[in-house]
């Protein structure tokens, strides 16, 4: 954990302050030590350089556990290589160039940006270097917060945190850029998710969600209905089943590519990675247009973009 930090982060519990307690630091990082609240005296650890801001919830320990494993099973290569759902470092960040409507990156100078469930922290390094004068905080709820730190910890304007997106551990009006990709379904409640990210963009700040579509029907998502409890799986099963089911989708589209009747370059390992994502975890949401945009007007957002890339919900807004 880098001090800087400590200006931009409260108290998840009653929105105050922290301040380092026993602190054990190199040069550059704070490596252990607590957070304490100044007001509500909630204690929060700081483990091998990463601030865990973390209470507990049975109801969503299963969840952070398989997200944990999915991230750690793609560092380990145990599904894609180079990419991630298919794309390449550069598509990914292309993709959040113009979600927020950014001529290049240079324009973000002194921005502050949160990546919303960063996972291992691929695209939350890759904007860090894009970015050098923004200060970039990922967060994730699961242990790939660990991955995400050991890939971020050497960038000096990028901050990972171990938190619940639920309870944010910041104060409203904090981010110039919120990114949240294929995250807020997957949490008990994605509305309620939401309204814990709405209030954390400055005046004139950006959100941008994208979450899934109730109008979408593709084969990861019939595979999910038909196994509805696939996330009580143990591991190995589960990697397996992923593997399995996307073989004969794989073949499928291999014909459709020499028909010509998709643009798509379809990878096997990105398929059953799609096929894990929707399996292994407990909460999946889908949502309509209709909705989102509620969520957004009744936050104070307007100017509300969506794109046409996806089926699904690509949405950014602007607070007022």
Request: aromatic fraction near 10%; charge should be positive.
């Amino acid at each position: 954990m880098k001090k800087s930090l400590l200006a931009l982060i409260r108290c998840p519990d009653c929105g105050f302050g922290l301040s380092l307690v026993n602190a054990s630091r190199t040069d550059a990082e704070i490596i252990s030590g607590s957070l304490l609240c100044e007001v509500c005296r909630a204690s929060f650890p700081i483990e091998d350089g990463l601030p865990v801001i973390l209470r507990s919830d049975t109801r969503s320990e299963r969840t952070r556990q398989s997200f944990g494993k999915q991230w750690t099973l793609h560092e380990q290569r145990r599904f894609e290589q180079q990419t991630i759902y298919g794309k390449k470092p550069e598509e990914g960040l292309q993709d959040f160039r113009r979600a927020f409507g950014l001529a290049d990156f240079s324009s973000l100078h002194d921005c502050v940006i949160l990546d919303a469930g960063c996972g291992s922290g691929a695209l939350t390094a890759d904007i860090g270097k894009a970015a050098p004068s923004a200060t970039v905080i990922g967060v994730d709820f699961s242990e790939s917060a660990r991955l995400a730190h050991a890939r971020c910890r050497a960038f000096p304007n990028v901050h990972i945190i171990q938190a619940d997106l639920s309870r944010p551990p910041f104060a409203t009006r904090t981010f110039d850029l919120i990114w949240s990709e294929g995250v807020i379904h997957h949490t008990p409640d994605t509305h309620r998710s939401f309204s814990s990210l709405a209030p954390l963009a400055k005046p004139g700040g950006k959100l941008y969600i994208w979450i899934y579509s109730k109008k979408v029907i593709s084969p990861y998502r019939m595979a999910r209905k038909l196994l509805r409890k696939s996330y009580l799986l143990p591991q190995p099963a589960l990697y397996a089943l992923a593997w399995t089911l996307a073989l004969p989708l794989h073949a499928a589209n291999k014909i459709r590519e020499a028909l010509r009747t998709t643009r798509i370059r379809h990878r096997l390992a990105a398929t059953a990675y799609s096929f894990y994502d929707v399996l292994s975890p407990e909460f999946m949401h889908c949502h309509s247009r209709h909705e989102v945009t509620e969520w957004f007007s009744s936050h104070g957002y307007a100017q509300l973009r969506f794109f046409s890339e996806t089926a699904d919900i690509a949405v950014c807004g602007t607070k007022q």
